[in-house]
């Protein structure tokens, strides 16, 4: 079967790069809550993606185009400034080794100004490469690795179905930075529902604590469709946090991290407010912000609904 291009479903902070597909899906589809929910992994020739890589160098160096060549090449091509490249796609470092390493050469082969390689990652695929082979990858300039780790509580973890414990992640976080690439690690808010949010936020904080990772985001979460999250809630069996229970969330995992320098965002437009900061160092300009939002209990000072997104 045709490798067919998978949607871009990329973190915030991807915007300028170029979205190289080695994979369709995600290995571990089993997130109740997640749009990869369901899917079956598909692995796209290497074969392909060097061909892909050949034919975007070709027209950002010579402006030719290469006959049968997806559209989208020259779509993303055309803006794109020869930096930055993100591997689609729900975890692209389940890839072949092998294979990844020759993808990674021939990117830097082609595109001298190339100055990073990101792409999202499971604790699975992590684990699964040893220290030395992820120095390889980061030597071939795969510079940043995006986990979702969703919560620090295990029965949140094992109720959405994660397939990683808490130990799991922190071991996969730990490892890439050793590796010396960027660790990116992403929660989400209002996962616990009403009746677990407390102890969801808290042990958050404590698995971002231990992760310490260069970034981390918050999302807030969305049921969608199709998924046994949305269903839950359609039953009336998940009680969503309200936008404001969401932003207590987010103080009280700001408040309780001890990150060693980390810069923290609310950037994606799942959020109901945003925040960046660098923490600690901003720590308590954050948390009071945040206070003074909550106290005020104002609508009007948050994302709308309607604008709100994965
Ligand atoms: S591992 Fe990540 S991308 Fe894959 S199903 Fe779970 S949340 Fe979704």
Known sequence: MPFE????IRPPSEWRSYFLPLTAGCSNNTCTFCNYYGSR??????EEVLAEINALALYKQEGLMVSGMPEMVYVIGRQWDGQRVFLQDGDALVYPFPKLKEVLERLNERFPRLRRVASYATAGDILRRSPAELRELRDLKLGLLYMGVESGDEAVLASIRKGASYREMVEAGRRVKEAGILLS????LGLAGVAGSTEHALATARILTDIDPDYAGALTLIPVPDTPFFDAVKRGEFELVTPFRSLEELK???ENTGFTDCFFSSVHASNYFTVRARL???????????ADII?????????????RGL
Request: glycine content about 0%.
């Open 5 to 8: 291009r998978p949607d871009i």
């Open 41 to 46: 992994l598909r692995l796209r020739k290497v």
């Open 185 to 188: 690690a992403t929660v989400i």
């Open 252 to 254: 009280l995992i700001i």
């Open 280 to 290: 600690p160092r901003e720590k308590e300009r954050v948390v009071q912000t945040l």
């Open 295 to 307: 106290a005020r209990e104002d609508p009007s000072l948050l994302r709308k609904e309607y604008s």
